[in-house]
């Protein structure tokens, strides 16, 4: 069935230095890819999508990256900061004609100052 | 422009009662679906509304059901809750089908 497995869950760097997340979905109909911020308490929030047409997305600190052959994509933050602290969900869509995702089930990124 | 809005944003039920909850989406969103977020299970997809009508469904039980006004806001009801039906739910709207998904804040139901 639909599954998106996220790898670590959880995820402790250094001030400034760089966080990999990594996810693998089993749909190879699943053409968009969105990743999710999730502060304590708060709502989850997109940080930035990629599509199948696209092999990478960059926008600022942040980048995704997507192989479809392997049927992984993965969320690069560089620069690491105290406020990317948070649980990190990655996302694949299902069909094109809804907006059913499939979450991973979540990575929690510690920053250490 | 107005983000996503739940009501209500904390509920205590207690175990076979049922419960209603809101959901109005981002002005001009016509797709609005629902997810339950668990710490054991994450994040899972309940249904999803476009211009009244339900276009997709996960698998959870009949007691589960949602349905979608003229004006895209959405209400999911819950009848017969049980013990494990505590979690935040969520609510997102979109512009159309594969596109970006905004979240609201949720609302956090407790059974008792």
């Known amino acids: 069935g639909e599954n998106v497995e996220q790898h670590p869950s959880t995820l402790s760097v250094q001030e400034g230095d760089s966080a990999v997340i990594k996810c693998t979905y089993s749909?190879?109909?699943?053409?968009?890819f969105p990743w999710y911020k999730q502060e304590l308490g708060k709502r989850p929030q997109l940080i930035i999508d990629i599509r199948s047409n696209v092999g990478e997305k960059k926008d600022q600190r942040i980048a995704v990256t997507l192989n479809k052959t392997a049927k992984h994509f993965s969320l690069h933050i560089t620069e690491t900061q105290p406020e990317d602290s948070a649980v990190y969900f990655c996302?694949?869509?299902?069909?094109?004609?809804?907006?059913?995702?499939?979450f991973g089930t979540g990575t929690l990124l510690a920053i250490q100052p | 422009k107005a983000g996503v809005t739940q009501t209500p944003r904390y509920l205590i039920k207690t175990r076979g009662q049922q419960v209603t909850l809101s959901c109005s989406p981002i002005?001009?969103?016509?797709?609005v679906s629902w997810y339950q977020q668990t710490p054991g299970q994450g994040l899972q997809f309940l249904f999803e509304?476009?211009?009244?009508?339900?276009?997709n469904k996960g698998n959870f039980p009949g007691r589960f059901s949602g349905r979608q006004f003229s004006n895209s806001r959405s209400e999911m009801n819950v009848s017969t809750l049980e013990l494990g039906d505590s979690a935040l739910y969520l609510c997102?709207?979109?512009?159309?089908?594969?596109?970006?998904?905004?979240f609201g804040s949720g609302t956090q139901l407790s059974v008792l």
């Open positions: 996302a694949a869509s299902t069909d094109g004609a809804t907006n059913k995702l499939i």
């Open positions: 997102a709207s979109s512009s159309g089908f594969n596109e970006k998904l905004f």
């Open positions: 509304y476009f211009s009244e009508t339900q276009r």
């Open positions: 002005s001009g969103h016509r797709s």
């Open positions: 749909d190879s109909a699943s053409n968009y």
